[in-house]
């Protein structure tokens, strides 16, 4: 897994190159991705090479939040709650902190002590939870932030207001 955009670029184009190859065949191909194609997937990325010349058909999965949900089994909203899903931390995650109730924080892997002690400053009643590669074999259920983050750790925080 890299963040640098030229090595994603050519896997995306290695991968759309070697699925082409066989459609060209008259084969059918199928993609097979963890949680949902249409969320934050690689998909996404070789579907957008391969749909100007290919018919894509697309079928839903479980996504990653709502699968590590039903392992808590907690609702991840009720009511007028607001979710909000955040692939990414960056420095605008105080502001939307304000903004929602529940937030799912993909890939916390990435995260850093900073996003830690942010979310610990709100001056509200919290409950946070991590799941460990979710829906595996291995996985694993922790209250709060866990201090060892693999890739597929994903935390879902919900602030009382």
């Given at each position: 897994?890299?963040?640098?955009?030229?090595?994603?670029?050519?896997?995306?184009?290695?991968?759309s190159?070697?699925?082409?190859?066989?459609?060209?065949?008259?084969?059918?191909?199928?993609?097979?991705?963890?949680?949902?194609?249409?969320?934050?997937?690689?998909?996404?990325?070789?579907?957008?090479?391969l749909?100007?010349?290919?018919?894509?058909?697309?079928?839903?999965?479980?996504?990653?939040?709502?699968?590590?949900?039903?392992?808590?089994?907690?609702?991840?909203?009720e009511?007028?709650?607001?979710?909000?899903?955040?692939?990414?931390?960056?420095?605008?995650?105080?502001?939307?902190?304000?903004?929602?109730?529940?937030?799912?924080?993909?890939?916390?892997?990435?995260?850093?002590?900073?996003?830690?002690?942010?979310?610990?400053?709100?001056?509200?009643?919290?409950?946070?939870?991590?799941?460990?590669?979710?829906?595996?074999?291995?996985?694993?259920?922790?209250?709060?932030?866990?201090?060892?983050?693999?890739?597929?750790?994903?935390?879902?925080?919900?602030?009382?207001?």
């Amino acid at each position: 897994m890299t963040e640098d955009i030229t090595i994603l670029e050519k896997h995306w184009d290695e991968a759309s190159e070697l699925i082409s190859g066989h459609l060209n065949k008259g084969l059918d191909v199928a993609f097979i991705t963890l949680g949902d194609p249409s969320i934050y997937s690689t998909f996404s990325y070789v579907q957008k090479r391969l749909e100007k010349n290919f018919k894509i058909e697309m079928i839903p999965g479980i996504n990653s939040f709502t699968a590590c949900a039903s392992s808590i089994g907690k609702p991840l909203v009720e009511k007028d709650e607001i979710l909000m899903i955040i692939p990414k931390i960056n420095e605008n995650i105080g502001n939307l902190l304000k903004e929602g109730n529940n937030f799912v924080l993909m890939k916390t892997s990435r995260n850093t002590e900073e996003l830690e002690n942010i979310i610990n400053e709100q001056n509200v009643e919290k409950e946070i939870t991590s799941v460990q590669n979710c829906t595996m074999k291995n996985e694993k259920i922790i209250e709060g932030f866990p201090k060892n983050k693999p890739y597929l750790t994903t935390t879902i925080l919900k602030l009382k207001k």
